[in-house]
């Protein structure tokens, strides 16, 4: 069964700091990875995916991720957070057949002045 | 703006009531997937209809029954309740099925009492 770990419940950065928001998957074959951003009151934006090709791949808003197969992880970085950045962020990994996807429990983002 | 839409957004009811949530899904789109988001069990994947056919099923309770109709549009239909399915229920569609990306409606806020 596939499964996603998102080990940082809550991460508190300062504007203008780098993040690095750090994603674990278990699935029996290759992976499809996804971000998506939750802002209060709103439903999911995706950021970015990950079919195959290159392992580094580039989102919307300045976002980036990294898929490290040996590592099981897909983790998301920006090199310089805004304010507007604060929202919960979910890593999902897809079923190739259906498209069913199984979330992370999130990651609750905050950013400091 | 995701294009999926979903009514109402804000359901609130009593304990052993029925609701029903709508979603209409992006133009063109074929599949439609419903989740569940509380705060205990997190993001969860309920079931998924494809092109009016049900496909996969998740942790959808017996209770819980959905359908999408021949215009595409999709409704789930929750009975029985409890204040345990007091949660968010997001509809999400895509183009097709497998790796297709899902975009997500705003969702529904049902709150059971």
């Known amino acids: 069964a596939q499964s996603v770990t998102q080990p940082d419940i809550h991460i508190t950065v300062s504007e203008g700091a780098s993040l690095e928001l750090r994603c674990n998957y278990s699935?029996?074959?290759?992976?499809?990875l996804f971000w998506y951003v939750q802002s209060p009151g709103q439903g999911l934006q995706l950021l970015l995916k990950y079919f195959s090709g290159d392992t580094l791949v580039q989102g919307i808003k300045g976002f980036e991720a990294e898929f490290k197969r040996s590592q099981s992880s897909f983790n998301l970085r920006k090199p310089s957070v805004h304010w507007s950045d604060a929202a919960e962020y979910f890593c999902a990994v897809g079923a190739t057949s259906y498209g069913k996807l199984t979330f992370g429990q999130g990651t609750i983002l905050t950013v400091h002045p | 703006d995701s294009g999926v839409t979903q009514t109402p957004k804000h359901l609130i009811t009593a304990t052993g009531q029925r609701v029903t949530l709508r979603c209409s899904p992006r133009s063109g789109d074929l599949s439609v997937y419903w989740y569940q988001q509380s705060l205990d069990q997190g993001l969860q994947f309920l079931i998924q209809?494809?092109?009016?056919?049900?496909?996969a099923k998740g942790n959808i309770l017996e209770r819980f029954s959905a359908q999408q109709f021949p215009d595409l549009h999709s409704e789930l239909n929750l009975s029985s309740l409890e204040l345990g399915d007091s949660a968010l229920y997001f509809c999400a569609s895509s183009a097709l099925m497998g790796t297709d990306t899902q975009y997500f409606g705003p969702g529904t806020r049902l709150t059971v009492l």
């Open positions: 699935y029996g074959a290759t992976p499809y």
């Open positions: 209809y494809y092109n009016g056919e049900e496909r």
